[in-house]
Nanobody
Framework: QVQLVESGGGLVQAGGSLRLSCAVS????????MAWFRQAPGKEREFVSV????????AHADSVKGRFTISKDNAKNTVYLQMNNLKPEDTARYYC?????????????????WGQGTQVTVSS
C-alpha cells in the first residue's frame, strides 16, 4: 500500500515553469512505478510521465517530451515533475499515481494508487 500527496501546482504564464512534487509513504521498493497523469475539464485523464523506482528509467508523453522531466529522490521518497516552457494546453489537474511490478504502463486503469491532484493553470 502507498499513500500519495501532490503539491506545487499554481497559476503561471505561458513559457513559465513549475515543479510538482509527489510525496510517497508506505511501501517503496524497486518494483514501484510512479507516474504523472493529467485531466483537463471535459477530457479523459491522460498519461504524462512515468519513472521506475529501482533504476530511474523514465518515459514521457510526446506532448511534453523535451519540456517536462520526471525524477525522484529516494531519500525523501518524493517524485518530481519539472515542467518548463508551459503552454495553455498544459492546463489541467495533475495526478500522481503508483503501481507495483511490470509492465511500465501508460494505462490509467492499471494504477491502483492515486493522490488527490494539484491544479496547474497556464495563462496565455
Amino acid at each position: 500500500q502507498v499513500q500519495l500527496v501532490e503539491s506545487g501546482g499554481g497559476l503561471v504564464q505561458a513559457g513559465g515553469s513549475l515543479r510538482l512534487s509527489c510525496a510517497v509513504s508506505g511501501r517503496t521498493d524497486r518494483n514501484l512505478r510512479m507516474a504523472w497523469f493529467r485531466q483537463a475539464p471535459g477530457k479523459e485523464r491522460e498519461f504524462v510521465s512515468v519513472i521506475r523506482w529501482g533504476d530511474s528509467w523514465s518515459a514521457h508523453a510526446d506532448s511534453v517530451k523535451g519540456r517536462f522531466t520526471i525524477s525522484k529522490d529516494n531519500a525523501k521518497n518524493t517524485v518530481y515533475l519539472q515542467m518548463n516552457n508551459l503552454k495553455p494546453e498544459d492546463t489541467a489537474r495533475y495526478y500522481c499515481a503508483a503501481r507495483f511490478g511490470p509492465p511500465l504502463t501508460t494505462d490509467v486503469a492499471r494504477y491502483p494508487y492515486w493522490g488527490q491532484g494539484t491544479q496547474v493553470t497556464v495563462s496565455s
